[in-house]
């Protein structure tokens, strides 16, 4: 057996059907954001501001390497840019079975048009975020 990993772009609903996955194949559930976050001991915006955005994929990127190592599998919620990283794609491949949750531009920017947490949209507003999250989107597709 191998791990599932639920990717998809902020928002996307990867914790709350990663949960419900997990329960209904009864198996342990892990969000790398969470972890991420405890491991560091601060939440991802404060390590995103402070750290940079390399060290902040270079610490993620060891969480999820950490995390793949496990024997029992898994239900893992990864950060949507893991799939931009080829060192993270390599090891999502490699390690289990990865489904990306899909929504379009138009159902994103509704569910974060007043998101204040996440990094990438930190100082964005309106149009201008609507715009970043069909970028973003564009950008991860392939």
Do not use: C
């Amino acid at each position: 057996m191998s791990h599932l990993y639920l990717i998809g772009f902020l928002e996307s609903g990867n914790l709350t059907l990663g949960k419900r996955l997990a329960e209904h194949r009864k198996r342990p559930f892990v969000d790398t954001d969470t972890e991420l976050a405890e491991f560091l001991g601060k939440d991802l915006v404060t390590a995103w501001q402070e750290q940079g955005v390399d060290a902040f994929y270079r610490h993620q990127h060891d969480r999820l390497r950490f995390l793949t190592t496990r024997e029992i599998p898994h239900v893992v919620s990864v950060g949507d840019n893991a799939a931009l990283q080829e060192r993270d794609w390599e090891l999502l491949k490699d390690t289990g079975t990865t489904v990306y949750i899909q929504y379009s531009a138009e159902r994103l920017y509704w569910r974060l048009r007043h998101d204040t947490r996440r990094p990438p949209l930190l100082h964005t507003h309106n149009k201008e975020r609507k715009a970043l999250i069909e970028s973003m989107l564009v950008e991860r597709e392939p």
